[in-house]
């Protein structure tokens, strides 16, 4: 019988921060770490407008899929002080 390979996932993760007074490059920081941490590798990082000043922090980033939900990682996140929220935008199976 043949095994199966797992995939990497590609996901896509916006953070709204708490006030448009953040620091958003070191709340992208602390955000990055925690994806490493749990074996995530960081692939495109870019702001979002969004209105009246806010901006949100988009991570794209590939993990192993055999890790499971990327969930717990947009939860530790959303944990951080000047988060507002997390959501994951778009999950996706890498190919090739």
Known sequence: MARIKMAEVIVTLKI?????????????????KIIKEAEGEIGKEYYEEIAFGIKAIIL?????????????????????EEVSSTEITDVRRAIG
């Not at 709204?16 to 990055?32: E, G, N, R």
């Not at 192993?64 to 990682?73: C, F, Q, R």
């Open 16 to 32: 709204m921060p708490v006030s448009p007074d953040i620091d958003l490059d070191d709340l992208k920081t602390k955000a990055k």
């Open 60 to 80: 794209i980033f590939i993990r192993n899929e055999a890790k499971g939900s990327v969930d717990d990682i947009s939860d530790k996140i959303a944990e951080i």
